[in-house]
């Protein structure tokens, strides 16, 4: 609803707070007519309005809003020939020009003013004696005018979704130019200070009761409906007016009809006065009572205004907004993989029209990411909100050897153009060694520098190739990872991790360049390394109950368990996978810090495996989890 | 003040390790300690840890003082000692749990590990140094298992026969062998778990009066699932 009470009177009378749900520009052509002794008609109102952000303004050209009084002056003057002309007064009051300003602090609060030139004229016959041979009298027009200026300042606040509340200044400032009047000031519209209360509430839907009250102790009451009609709606209003000035008690009512759709509207308007209007006063009671409103007063006549108005909206409406992102997964740039198919950061996004929408999801982390990355698109239901995951890409290019804090712009879209709502959160991005201590990414440092430890592993192999050529075929993954293994220790030293964080991990080629590693570091270059020569590994995960944890290593000698004697006498050396296709086959462990050699490495993996996966049942109880890598 | 000792002890797990003392040896009976590669023959009031593996050979036997416990272990049987301590049911299906918790994932994609294309080496047709025929090992391994259960470790029995299957895939079709463990997990009330088991024994080749049986105790085991 959020709209102020009586909007189909559609003036800023009732409105001085200029409270406006216009979304971009709106042109508004008031014609109408009284219906006097003769019924005259004429232009109204010619207003535009512009919406900016959560500013409006508003301008206006009221041409008809004038109040004309001629009055007798019971004084005659007999003519040349013998005829005679009263002397009479002609009083002018008219609103020209208005101007309005207002802010939405929030959906539910906004505040605003208006500010309306007025200008009234004062004509008076008088008849001048001129004296020369003879007394002559000339019959003179004199005028005085006056201009004033009213400021109003006003206050709408709706703080459910049914009620809207308003409060607002009566000839708050009042302020004159051009003041020469001396002998009519008598005349001039009352304007005595006051305040406007309004309330608007909706107690079921598509009515609305409003009510108005003015300390001066007038008041208007009514209602007002809607209905959908085509790809628009039909509006009636009623409303009935107390003014303290004029009789009856309820001195009429103004209905309405019209009809709204999306670009323009149309509206009938009037007002029905219940008593029959003064068409004569003397002037000295005029003189005491005066006016208060141009349009409003014991002396107007019956109306009907016709009221087109256009709304030109360039601004595209906003269908869905974003109510709050929750960043899920710091960024941790040698986890490419891992976020485009986790997300990092979830938000919760309302849809805003009556209709399902697709949500099309963007993001940018700044200082990360050269371009938008676009996330998988979301239907929201009507009025529904719904989590959407925005996933990223880590650039090839990305070397970062510091962790910083960025900001990530998050985007929502229905439309291919323009975006519907935009949110900025902060976000850590790590260095691109950091790790975050689950064993699953280490397989993501696994990855890396392919090529390298490619061409490194097959260069040991052909320096081995004349033993490896004497060997079983079957046997071949076993003796390439301990050829592998026992050419990598050579060089080697065992780096206990001096980050008690265990935050960072080597990259393959690193390992190899810096000769060492904690065993993080040299878990991940043995994988990446028997990887490369397509043996298949898995990274176990030893979960500390307290402090930090271990990682080593499995691999896959592809030996059939019947096989499993030629490469060694003890079973407790090895234990048996079922693989993908349900084929039993002999995995064995590497202590990949046993820097001494593969057989030494392989009793020590065994006796770790053994002791702490198995016997201890810390694979049943999660205390211990095999990580495979491919 | 003995008391609280002991009740300390039991509270904070802090038990001696394992030690078994050979009480009796007779004939040829074989060690392989923790992860060594050889066996070596062992003598009267050795002391073992839980690490050993015993292989005792067609006329042997041994006797093992463990606490205040005797352990018999008799001919042409595999145990090893680390199968020596009790173990709740829970502990077991733990352990038998594992098995598949072992297992590669099975992804649906196809899974890039194909092997170098560079070959080095040839095939052998499978011949070996190995010290034992391989069946007899894995068979040696179900006497060992065997012997676990008689000296009332049916928990560490029953975990002992399933790696041994994995582990000599051969010892799958020995069908005495498999109804013996199927009925010890029945013993336990693990009923599932023997209905599967003797769901697989069923596919083997089995004697009339085998048959009987594994369908006798199929039957059992279906109506007490059923309930």
């Not at chain 1, 609060?109 to 030139?117: A, D, E, I, V």
């Not at chain 2, 676990?148 to 026969?161: C, K, Q, R, V």
């Not at chain 2, 013993?187 to 599932?192: G, Q, S, V």
Request: hydrophobic share 35%; proline share 3%; glycine share 4%.
């Amino acid at each position: 609803m959020n709209k102020p009470a009586n909007t189909l009177l559609n003036s800023i009378e009732s409105n001085p707070s200029n409270f406006s749900n216009l979304k971009d520009w709106g042109i508004e052509l008031s014609y109408g007519g009284e219906f006097a002794n003769s019924t005259t008609s004429n232009l109204y109102l010619l207003s535009i309005s512009k919406s900016i952000a959560h500013s409006n303004f508003s301008i206006r050209y009221t041409p008809g809003y004038q109040k004309d009084f001629l009055f007798k002056s019971g004084q005659s003057v007999v003519l040349g020939d013998s005829s005679t002309q009263t002397l009479s007064s002609k009083f002018t009051y008219k609103e020209i020009f208005g101007f309005g300003y207002s802010y939405r602090l929030t959906d539910k609060l906004s505040f605003g003013f208006t500010t309306r030139l007025f200008n009234q004229e004062f004509n008076n016959e008088v008849v001048d004696p001129v004296f020369s041979d003879s007394l002559f009298f000339n019959l003179t027009t004199e005028t005085e005018k006056t201009n004033f200026w009213k400021i109003d300042f006003g206050i709408n606040f709706s703080p459910i979704e049914n009620v809207s509340l308003s409060v607002a200044s009566i000839n708050l400032i009042d302020v004159s130019s051009k003041t020469d009047i001396t002998s009519n000031s008598v005349y001039e519209i009352k304007r005595p200070k006051g305040a406007l209360l309004g309330a608007s509430i909706s107690p079921i839907k598509q009515i609305n009761l409003n009510f108005l009250y003015e300390t001066t102790q007038s008041f208007m009451a009514g209602f007002d409906s809607e209905f959908d009609l085509a790809d628009g709606s039909i509006g009636v209003s009623l409303t009935s007016f107390h003014d303290k000035y004029q009789s009856p008690y309820i001195a009429g009512i103004v209905p309405a009809i019209s009809y709204q759709n999306k670009n323009f509207g149309v509206t009938l308007s009037g007002v029905k006065y219940f008593r029959d209007r003064n068409t004569t006063q003397s002037i000295s009671v005029f003189e005491t009572e005066g006016i208060r409103n141009i349009l409003n007063n014991k002396y107007s006549f019956d109306k009907a205004v016709l009221t087109i108005n256009f709304r030109l909206n360039t601004i595209a409406q906003e269908k869905a907004k974003i109510l709050n992102v929750n960043i899920v997964q710091e960024i941790f740039p040698a986890f490419e993989d891992n976020y485009l198919t986790k997300p990092f950061a979830v938000a919760k996004v309302v849809n805003k029209t009556d209709n399902i929408i697709r949500v099309k999801p963007s993001s940018k982390i700044i200082g990360f990411n050269r371009d938008i990355i676009y996330s998988p698109s979301v239907s929201i239901n009507a009025h529904d909100t719904a989590e959407v995951h925005f996933y990223t890409i880590v650039p090839d290019t990305y070397t970062n050897k510091k962790s910083k804090v960025s900001y990530a712009d998050f985007y929502i879209s229905t439309r291919n153009d323009e975006n519907d709502d935009k949110f900025q959160k902060p976000i850590l991005i790590n260095k691109i060694n950091a790790w975050d201590g689950k064993v699953i990414h280490l397989k993501e440092f696994i990855k890396k520098d392919q090529n390298f430890i490619m061409k490194y592993a097959k260069e040991v192999l052909s320096e081995n190739k004349s033993k490896l050529d004497t060997i079983v075929y079957s046997l071949s993954p076993f003796y390439k990872a301990k050829i592998l293994f026992d050419n990598l220790v050579k060089k080697f030293v065992y780096v206990a991790d001096p980050n008690a964080t265990s935050d960072f991990v080597q990259f393959p080629k690193q390992t190899i360049e810096l000769k060492g590693g904690d065993c993080d570091d040299l878990s991940v270059l043995y994988s990446a390394v028997l990887e490369s020569v397509g043996i298949q590994t898995a990274l176990v995960d030893y979960k500390p109950e307290k402090g930090l944890g271990h990682v080593n290593l499995l691999f896959n000698t592809e030996l059939s368990p019947r096989r499993a004697k030629w490469i060694t006498d003890n079973d407790s050396k090895y234990f048996i996978r079922k693989n993908s296709k349900g084929e039993d086959q002999v995995w064995i462990a590497i202590e990949t810090t046993s820097l001494t050699n593969f057989m030494k490495a392989w009793d020590l993996g065994t006796e770790k495996f053994n002791n702490e996966a198995l016997n201890k049942l810390g694979l049943a109880k999660g205390r211990v989890e095999i990580v495979d890598v491919q | 003040m003995k008391k609280i000792f002991l009740i300390l002890f039991i509270m904070t797990g802090f038990l001696p390790a394992q030690t078994f003392i050979v009480k009796k040896v007779k004939g040829e009976v074989k060690a392989q300690i923790g992860v060594s590669e050889k066996w070596q023959p062992v003598k009267k009031n050795a002391e073992l840890n839980s690490q050993t593996t015993l292989m005792t050979s067609k006329n042997s036997r041994i006797v093992l003082q463990y606490g205040k416990e005797k352990i018999k272990i008799k001919n042409l049987s595999i145990i090893s000692l680390k199968g020596i301590k009790k173990l709740t049911t829970d502990e077991l299906l733990l352990a038998l749990a594992m098995e598949n918790i072992l297992d590669v994932p099975n992804k649906k994609k196809n899974i890039n590990n194909s092997p170098n294309t560079a070959v080095y080496g040839k095939e052998i047709n499978g011949k070996t140094k190995a010290v034992i025929n391989k069946n007899d090992f894995g068979k040696m391994r179900l006497n060992g298992a065997k012997q676990l259960a008689e000296n009332g470790y049916i928990e560490s029995a029953i975990i002992e026969a399933m790696e041994t299957y994995r582990k000599y895939p051969d010892t799958k079709k020995l069908s005495d062998y498999r109804i013996y463990f199927a009925n010890l997990l029945v013993k336990k009330r693990l009923y599932d778990e023997a209905l599967t088991e003797y769901n697989k024994i069923i596919e083997l080749k089995l004697d009339k009066n085998e048959k009987l049986q594994v369908k006798k105790q199929m039957a059992f085991l279906k109506k007490k699932l059923l309930r």
